[in-house]
Every structure is written in structure tokens, then in C-alpha cells.
């Protein structure tokens, strides 16, 4: 169960309406392929110069500006999660949140968009100064139904929307979890149900928040394991030893939602992480959670970013059926088929793997 605090403004969320350009000519959408910051440079008073790799081979494609304290924080600033390109910074001397686009290879660097979010409120025996992720219902939080949720470490989790922040309006709706397996996990939206979601410590369930019906107790599956493979006594000796995060993620092109399970260990005497194991299953609607090395053309990206998967087909340089892993201190590559894993530890500046970014364009008669 959920306790609702505060004021519970309207959250409702539509369905995004796709709208062709007039005046004798029609707009075109194209899309950049998913990419990551791989460094960043000094350039001038409190910025930096963001240089982007495109394909995993970590080739250079784009370089722009961005606030340094986006990239290094500070005391006064912290850089908390990203989704759909957009990244969420904490001010802790205020306590509040803020949008930024200023990450976004696509965004403009001279006029960059930044959205002050309402002061936070925290609930009774919660706290607001660590946060798990934020996850946003929509691809830009300048959308009017556009939802923004943000997931506390412990029970609290809080939705506004942003686009009644641009008018001073907005009011944040708190939720205190009862579930004490929601504390440490990561929120997600999802498109297909229109609800967001958590998946609870260890993968025994999901619990997804109805906000078009103003529900504020959880929906709750619970999950059925099937076909998990043969593992080894050297195997599950390792796995024991390891740190297990979930992650879901939704298909957009196919409907599918995934579980994924980065079973990380303490590596360098403890200054940094690694994956020696990924494992993937296919949720079914009524739970059942089934086991797979086979998710076809599909590439799924783990960061502090909200996960995504895309079609590799259509990206340059994406390999199939593989999970990509970008953490503070590790970029990895799993293959399904085989799980092998590939990859090297190093510090990660922004570990924020970005979704493809719609551009669009002007195509005349």
C-alpha cells in the first residue's frame, strides 16, 4: 500500500498526437543514433566543451557546451538522472529540481531550455537529498501532459508537471511507499500501460501507479521466473558476491517489456564496479518472466539514464540483441547469445547513455 500526501493535482496523461507541417509542404522526423559523452574539456568560465560518441566505438561525432556543475558537481549542485535527454539537477540550497536540455547533443548551447521545478516537499520519515532516478511520461517536459516522476531513495516518490511550472502553478503529489522493496529501486514510465513503474528489490514484483485514475496504491504483479538457465558452482559463487540492480524496459517498436537483472562486483580495491553478469527475461502481462539470450534486432541501454532499447537495424554501429552498460566507473557490452561480456573500467564524467533525438525538418512540394 501507498499513503497519499499533500495536494493531488490532475495528472492525467493523453495519448501524444502527431502533427504534420502546412503551408504546402510537410515535416519529416529523423532520428539521431543513441550516443554517450565521452569526455569533456575546460572552455572558458564554468563551462566545458562535451565531446560525443555516436557509436560504440567511441568515435567523435559532436562536441558543444554545457555548465561545467552539470558535468562535476559541486555542493551547491547535483546532477541526479536523466531521461529522454533531459537531465534533472538537485539545488540543494534551495531544495529544488531543475530540467536541463544542456547534455542534449541536439539542444542549443547558446539558448539552452531549463525548467525550475516547484521546491520539493518532504514527507514525514522520508528524506529528499538522495535521489534514485527521475523519469519523465513524455520526450520533452515542455509537453502540457508531460509528467515528471521522481524516485527517492526510501519510500518517497513525487510527480509534478512541468509544463504548469512554466506558469507557476505546478504543486508536487507525494507518494510514501509502504513496500519496503520500492526503496532502493528505479522508476520507469510506460508508454503501453500509461503508468509508471518500479520494480522491487530482488525482481519478485512490479508495482505500477495509475495516475489517469488517480490511483495512488500500487498495482501489483507479481513475477514468475521460467527457464532460468543452468548455472554453474563457479558461477553462482560469483553471482553471490555481487551487487544486483533490476531494470525495466519497454519496446516501443514491439510492445515488450524487459527485466533486466546487472549483477555488478567491487573491483580496485573497491574504487570502482564491474559486471560479471547480465540477465534478461520477457515479462509477460499475467507475471511470468521468461528467461531469454534472444531479444532479435532489439539493443538495450543501462545508465543512470531512464533504460531504453532501440532497434540496432536502425542505427549504425548498434549491435543486436546485446545490453549496453554505462556506469561512473564502467562502460560494458553484454552479448546476449553467448554472455560475453566486453568492456573496460574508467571514470565515466556523465554516465548518461542519451535515446535517439527526433530533428525535424522541412520537406516542400
Not at 521466473?225 to 524496459?249: G, W
Not at 531512464?306 to 540483441?321: H, T
Not at 545490453?323 to 548518461?352: C, Q, W
Request: glycine share 6%; net charge neutral.
Amino acid at each position: 500500500m501507498s499513503l497519499l500526501l499533500g495536494y493531488s493535482p490532475k495528472l492525467f496523461i493523453r495519448k501524444p498526437v502527431l502533427v504534420r507541417a502546412s503551408g504546402g509542404g510537410s515535416s519529416s522526423l529523423v532520428q539521431t543514433p543513441p550516443c554517450f559523452i565521452l569526455g569533456a574539456d575546460p572552455c572558458g568560465a564554468d563551462h566545458v566543451l562535451l565531446e560525443y560518441a555516436y557509436s560504440m566505438k567511441n568515435h567523435p561525432r559532436l562536441r558543444k557546451k554545457a555548465p561545467e556543475q552539470l558535468v562535476y558537481n559541486d555542493a551547491e549542485v547535483t546532477t541526479i538522472g536523466s531521461s529522454h535527454g533531459w537531465v534533472a539537477s538537485l539545488m540543494h540550497g534551495v531544495g529544488t529540481l531543475r530540467l536541463h536540455d544542456d547534455l542534449n547533443p541536439v539542444a542549443s548551447d547558446a539558448n539552452p531550455k531549463r525548467i525550475l521545478l516547484p521546491p520539493l516537499v518532504t514527507v514525514p520519515h522520508c528524506q529528499t537529498q538522495i535521489v534514485t532516478n527521475v523519469s519523465l511520461s513524455s520526450p520533452s517536459p515542455e509537453d502540457e501532459d508531460c509528467v515528471v516522476a521522481v524516485k527517492f531513495l526510501g519510500p518517497q516518490l513525487s510527480y509534478c508537471r512541468p509544463s504548469s511550472a512554466l506558469g507557476s502553478k505546478s504543486k508536487w503529489f507525494n507518494i510514501r511507499i509502504a513496500n519496503p522493496s520500492f526503496f532502493s529501486s528505479r522508476v520507469m514510465f510506460s508508454e503501453k500501460l500509461n503508468m509508471f513503474r518500479i520494480p522491487g528489490a530482488g525482481g519478485q514484483i512490479i508495482g505500477s501507479w495509475d495516475l489517469c485514475k488517480d490511483q495512488h496504491t500500487p498495482k501489483i504483479l507479481v513475477l514468475r521466473y521460467r527457464y532460468l538457465p543452468e548455472l554453474s558452482e563457479a558461477e553462482r559463487e560469483v553471482m553471490d558476491t555481487c551487487f544486483t540492480t533490476e531494470h525495466l524496459v519497454e519496446s516501443q517498436s514491439t510492445g515488450e517489456t524487459f527485466l533486466v537483472k546487472c549483477f555488478r562486483q567491487s573491483v580496485n580495491g573497491g574504487t570502482s564496479w564491474e559486471t560479471k553478469a547480465v540477465m534478461v527475461f520477457r515479462v509477460l502481462p499475467l507475471g511470468n518472466a521468461l528467461y531469454t539470450q534472444d531479444i532479435g534486432d532489439l539493443t538495450i541501454f543501462i545508465s543512470k539514464s531512464e533504460a531504453f532499447c532501440v532497434r540496432a537495424s536502425s542505427f549504425p554501429d548498434v549491435r543486436p540483441n546485446e545490453v549496453y552498460i554505462l556506469e561512473d566507473t564502467e562502460i560494458a557490452f553484454f552479448r546476449l547469445a553467448d554472455s560475453d561480456i566486453s568492456g573496460h573500467t574508467k571514470r565515466v564524467v556523465a554516465p548518461y547513455f542519451i535515446p535517439p533525438q527526433n530533428i525535424e525538418y522541412q520537406v516542400w512540394d
